[in-house]
């Protein structure tokens, strides 16, 4: 071997293996991201009948939650069995926490506007809370799957509440029969566009040069699902539900403007954009309450 072939060799080892390293530094970057962090909200229900329930999903996990009844609608059901038709009189609203949160994070939204007259559910996705865990980490159509064990353990109309990643995955089963409407708050716009926006608080000054590669890895394993598994936007020409869209325009995470978009696409939806509010405090705006109560109120 000539001094020329050595070089050349040397050369395409060296690139090869920095491209592993790249793409192994890129899978290590997102499995963190996809485990960590985790910040359990200490709120819980101080209202109605309160059930703990362990909702059965797929692959033996189950997931941990809630059930409140409203003391009126409690006393008039009595002990129900998950899809009696008794529970139909009644609208039942499945709340949806954003990434690394769990059941505890939407409680206060069901304050502001369920708690009297709603029979509320809660759960934990799964990896978070006292849900089951997930070894490769969790992700927005594990969230989507979340919510279908959810409808096919319960067996009644549900109203979806989400908020971030939550939101959008409540957009990714709007057309279940037993979907009759979604508020989605501060969702994802369509992935894998919104990697950018979901990775850079974390990555900071690496994000550019690490985001092409978790892009990759992210769609590699990815290739066995449609695009309607995994991006809002790949489903928002579908949707038929009513829908109201929450963003706050100081939101630092997912830029309101894309919750603009997408409510363009959704035929029979509104939007609604709190000048102050940030992605993660909505429910505290003075009109929150009016707002969503209003949307319910036209869904009657």
């Given at each position: 071997?000539?001094?020329?072939?050595?070089?050349?060799?040397?050369?395409?080892?060296?690139?090869?293996?920095?491209?592993?390293?790249?793409?192994?530094?890129?899978?290590l970057i997102k499995y963190i991201f996809s485990k960590y962090p985790r910040?359990?909200?200490?709120?819980?229900?101080?209202?109605?009948?309160?059930?703990?329930?362990?909702?059965?999903?797929?692959?033996?996990?189950?997931?941990?939650?809630?059930?409140?009844?409203?003391?009126?609608?409690?006393?008039?059901?009595?002990?129900?069995?998950?899809?009696?038709?008794?529970?139909?009189?009644?609208?039942?609203?499945?709340?949806?926490?954003?990434?690394?949160?769990?059941?505890?994070?939407?409680?206060?939204?069901?304050?502001?506007?369920?708690?009297?007259?709603?029979?509320?559910?809660?759960?934990?996705?799964?990896?978070?809370?006292?849900?089951?865990?997930?070894?490769?980490?969790?992700?927005?159509?594990?969230?989507?799957?979340?919510?279908?064990?959810?409808?096919?353990?319960?067996?009644?109309?549900?109203?979806?509440?989400?908020?971030?990643?939550?939101?959008?995955?409540?957009?990714?089963?709007?057309?279940?029969?037993?979907?009759?409407?979604?508020?989605?708050?501060?969702?994802?716009?369509?992935?894998?566009?919104?990697?950018?926006?979901?990775?850079?608080?974390?990555?900071?000054?690496?994000?550019?040069?690490?985001?092409?590669?978790?892009?990759?890895?992210?769609?590699?394993?990815?290739?066995?699902?449609?695009?309607?598994?995994?991006?809002?936007?790949?489903?928002?020409?579908?949707?038929?539900?009513?829908?109201?869209?929450?963003?706050?325009?100081?939101?630092?995470?997912?830029?309101?403007?894309?919750?603009?978009?997408?409510?363009?696409?959704?035929?029979?939806?509104?939007?609604?954009?709190?000048?102050?509010?940030?992605?993660?405090?909505?429910?505290?705006?003075?009109?929150?309450?009016?707002?969503?109560?209003?949307?319910?109120?036209?869904?009657?």
């Amino acid at each position: 071997m000539n001094v020329f072939d050595l070089i050349y060799t040397s050369l395409f080892l060296f690139l090869l293996l920095s491209f592993a390293l790249y793409l192994f530094t890129s899978y290590l970057i997102k499995y963190i991201f996809s485990k960590y962090p985790r910040n359990p909200y200490p709120d819980q229900p101080d209202w109605g009948r309160i059930e703990d329930i362990k909702v059965p999903g797929r692959n033996s996990k189950y997931l941990d939650g809630w059930i409140v009844y409203p003391e009126h609608i409690a006393q008039e059901l009595g002990k129900v069995s998950m899809g009696d038709p008794k529970i139909t009189k009644y609208k039942t609203i499945l709340f949806i926490h954003g990434w690394g949160r769990d059941k505890g994070r939407m409680v206060s939204r069901a304050r502001r506007f369920a708690q009297k007259e709603f029979i509320s559910i809660f759960f934990s996705a799964q990896d978070h809370g006292k849900s089951s865990k997930v070894q490769r980490g969790m992700n927005i159509i594990r969230y989507k799957e979340d919510i279908e064990d959810i409808i096919a353990w319960w067996k009644n109309p549900l109203i979806l509440v989400g908020h971030s990643l939550g939101g959008g995955a409540a957009l990714l089963v709007a057309q279940s029969d037993l979907v009759i409407a979604i508020i989605a708050e501060a969702p994802p716009y369509a992935f894998p566009d919104d990697f950018k926006y979901l990775y850079k608080l974390g990555l900071k000054a690496l994000t550019r040069f690490f985001l092409p590669g978790i892009i990759l890895i992210h769609m590699l394993q990815r290739k066995k699902y449609q695009k309607t598994d995994y991006s809002p936007l790949a489903v928002a020409e579908t949707i038929e539900k009513p829908v109201l869209l929450i963003h706050g325009m100081k939101d630092e995470i997912f830029p309101p403007e894309n919750t603009v978009l997408l409510g363009k696409k959704i035929k029979n939806s509104q939007v609604w954009l709190p000048e102050e509010s940030s992605h993660y405090n909505l429910e505290d705006h003075p009109e929150y309450a009016s707002k969503v109560g209003k949307f319910l109120v036209s869904l009657r």
